[in-house]
């Protein structure tokens, strides 16, 4: 059977229930919530296909075992197509195994359709393109652990989100918990999601990038990647004109990619993380050069993980004249669109990993309008744990508003952060918009200048 879709791969589950309340939540910008439905079986296909000037992404779920469920998954693809705040806008198709006069459910949705110009995907192809994805690109470890459930969600809306600021952004924060997941020993076919993240950024990004040049310099304007994108679909994709080579460039280098991450993951925890991260950046320039038109395509930093590792690089030089590192007792964390769970869990002081020398008794994390999102991302992992380790983290972390753009406002709220005199180590984390960087740097001045016998310890990190 003859179809320009090129299947990337395939998630099966026979536990989907924590998994689809996820996906939709993240999907919708928690517009929509799943307050209360059973366990249920079901298959999804990511998908690509190269139309005449671009590369449409697809979602297609087979219907079988869904029942009514499939209305969820009809109010998500209308909220996320009306919804400005909602990143995913990639097409959600249902298939469905059964024949349509031995299935009334089947001929409910196919009437809907028809009224609502909706399209059932046929299953002869869906069924075809499932027998080309190759068993190490079929995701099954889903529904076996919370936060499991949760990465996966997140990377697939990321890879549904579209071509803007948020989505790369969004890209940066899956792709972080995604490697975590797979540093601390998730099952290896969560590298198939690391992979599609990369070749979403290094050759769907800089293809969208090449079509929409304009779009794209005022979407990434304050994008400090903006620059490798564009290097990239320079030199990548320069000799690739046709949207059907870039589609298969995008399927070839996930592949690769694949192999290489779990390659690197195969062997457990027996390297650190600044080691792993470096491991699969040097994977990624290898497999770039292998597919380049040019000798040498020269990348400076990694635009998926490489932020990621420089403030975990920072925070591991941390350890105040002791052996073991420091235990803090405040750290104030304001948040940039790429800063995920991740780095809060590894700051936490119930976290038995040694990532960083550095444990927090007391997290303050600041967020502003643009970074609502993460926000909402982090308090979703720590409070829907079974873990808990995690629900004690969760009473340790409060969370600040602050408008991002306002500097006598934001200066008033970071500096009014109450924090005691008999605090020894604090932590602050200079990163965000002008006016809270500068708001935090005085609220660390404040605290060393008031108690001048027997100052704290202070500890200042600038990305």
């Not at 949705?109 to 110009?117: C, G, M, N, P």
């Not at 694949?258 to 195969?266: A, D, K, M, Q």
């Not at 490489?306 to 405040?330: A, P």
Request: charged share 25%.
């Amino acid at each position: 059977m003859a179809t320009n879709e090129l299947p990337i791969f395939q998630v099966k589950t026979d536990k989907a229930k924590g998994f689809l309340i996820d996906f939709v939540k993240y999907a919708s910008a928690w517009a929509l919530e799943i307050t209360n439905i059973n366990d249920f079986e079901m298959e999804l296909l990511y998908a690509i296909t190269p139309s005449a000037n671009d590369i449409k992404k697809k979602f297609i779920v087979d219907m079988s075992n869904l029942g009514k469920k499939h209305r969820i998954l009809e109010n998500l693809k209308y909220i996320s197509s009306q919804l400005y705040t909602a990143p995913f806008s990639a097409e959600i198709y249902m298939t469905q195994k059964q024949k349509s006069d031995e299935n009334k459910e089947f001929m409910k949705i196919i009437h809907e359709s028809a009224k609502k110009w909706r399209t059932i995907y046929p299953y002869s192809r869906y069924n075809h393109l499932q027998n080309i994805v190759e068993e190490n690109f079929i995701i099954k470890d889903i529904g076996r652990r919370r936060e499991d459930d949760k990465t996966a969600a997140l990377a697939l809306v990321a890879l549904g989100s579209g071509f803007h600021r948020h989505g790369l952004a969004l890209r940066q924060v899956a792709a972080q918990e995604v490697f975590a997941r797979l540093y601390e020993g998730a099952a290896e076919e969560f590298s198939v999601l690391l992979a599609a993240l990369y070749a979403d950024v290094y050759v769907w990004f800089p293809y969208e990038s090449s079509l929409y040049r304009g779009v794209a310099e005022k979407e990434l304007l304050h994008s400090v990647l903006v620059g490798e994108i564009f290097n990239i679909g320079e030199n990548l994709l320069g000799g690739f004109k046709d949207s059907l080579d870039v589609a298969c460039l995008y399927k070839g280098f996930y592949e690769r990619l694949t192999e290489e991450f779990s390659r690197i993951f195969s062997g457990g925890r027996s390297k650190s993380v600044s080691q792993a991260l470096e491991e699969v950046f040097v994977a990624v320039k290898r497999t770039l050069n292998s597919f380049s038109y040019k000798k040498e395509l020269k990348i400076k930093s990694d635009i998926l993980l490489g932020r990621f590792k420089i403030v975990l690089d920072k925070l591991s030089k941390i350890h105040g004249g002791k052996e073991g590192g420091i235990d803090c007792d405040v750290a104030v964390i304001p948040l940039t669109e790429q800063t995920g769970y991740t780095l809060i869990k590894y700051l936490s002081a119930n976290n038995t990993s040694s990532v960083i020398p550095v444990k927090c008794k007391k997290i303050y994390v600041i967020y502003t309008p643009q970074t609502l999102y993460n926000r909402l991302w982090i308090e979703d992992v720590l409070s829907g744990s079974n873990d808990e380790k995690k629900k004690d983290n969760k009473n340790k972390v409060d969370y600040i508003y602050v408008p991002g753009l306002e500097s006598r406002i934001a200066f008033e709220i970071i500096n009014g952060i109450e924090i005691n005199d008999g605090e020894e180590h604090l932590l602050f984390v200079a990163q965000g918009p002008l006016p809270v960087y500068t708001a935090l740097l005085s609220l660390a001045y404040r605290c060393y200048s008031r108690n001048k016998k027997k100052p704290p310890h202070i500890y200042i990190v600038s990305p």
